[in-house]
């Protein structure tokens, strides 16, 4: 098979974690016989120092052509102060709005071989294996009226969490599909004690459930939630939430897994007309400036999201079943960067995708 990938490493660490996904991408075609046809555009701060916009016309015609886009991570300490309509991380938000992909499947697992390095106790971790879906398209992120307006001596900040019926109930039917070709349960996270969106959320996904008879379905308050994440995270299987709650929930679960290096993801939301999906593909990390550069940032989260492409975007089960299974041995054997405490000396970001290409052989 031939295809093509838009990799936008953006900023910080996405430039050397995005390297090495691109070296297993590379290495998977290599032994199972297809073609990736590469190319790179710019997206965040970079994207902004080279063109004036976080997301440039050019990067969003290239992301429409491409089969699939690969990410690394955006945001510069540069930007701090700016209005949000001019910083990096609004690059983001363009092109998850672009390319239509309203869920965002963040998979949150533990590893055998990572138990110490969550901080929680092992028996807690050992056998935790959760998608959280969260919804990418819609919500306070995208809501208007926003901004900051004068008032009276000072300001007023304004954001608003809006959804549609139809925005809901894409993501959940998404979640049921996830969950039935899983361990058949979906929690529905919301605020519906507070928020009249949550309460729309609750009511279109009790609506939208049965459909899917032979899917369990409970409910959780978002706060009950974050503590049940840390108190008994095996009881997830599909878990799906609004934007903002899953990006705050997102890297609590990051915990369970070891490190937030670990985390990788895929925003789907359409299909394209050969059945596989318009797909964006990033870690769950940010960009981490204070150690960009270094040969240190844990490259998995990049390279799992790579398998995920190959998955999702391209229906390519061996493929990515191989850089799973790739993955693991690399944590098996200990070869892993700082952020997962390893016993001995840690490896490189560059260590690790090589590790990962050896082990898929
Ligand atoms: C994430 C990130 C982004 C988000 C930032 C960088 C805009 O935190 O993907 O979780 O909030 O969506
Ligand atoms: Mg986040």
Redesign the pocket.
Known sequence: MEFSVLTLPGDGIGIEVTREAIRVLQHICQKFGHKANLSEALLGGIAIHKTGSPFPAETEALCQQADATLMG???LPEFDNWPPEKR??RG??GI?KTLGVYA?LRPVRSYASLLDSSPLKNHLVDGVDMIIV?E?TGGI?YGTPRGITEEGSGHRGTNTMTYTTEEIARVTRMSFELARNRRKKVTSVDKSNVLETSQLWRRVVVEVAKEYPDVELNHLLVDNCAMQLVLNPKQFDVVVME??F??IL??EGAVLAGSIGMLP?ASIGTRKPNGYWVGLY?P?H??APDIAGQNKANPLGAIGSVAAMLEYSFGMKEEAAAVNKAMEAVLDSGRVTADLRPKGQPATTEQVGQAVCEAIG
């Open positions: 991570a955006v945001g990096p991380e983001l938000l998850r965002n969260r990418l992120y934007n903002m899953g990006d997102s890297d993801s990033e769950v940010g960009s």
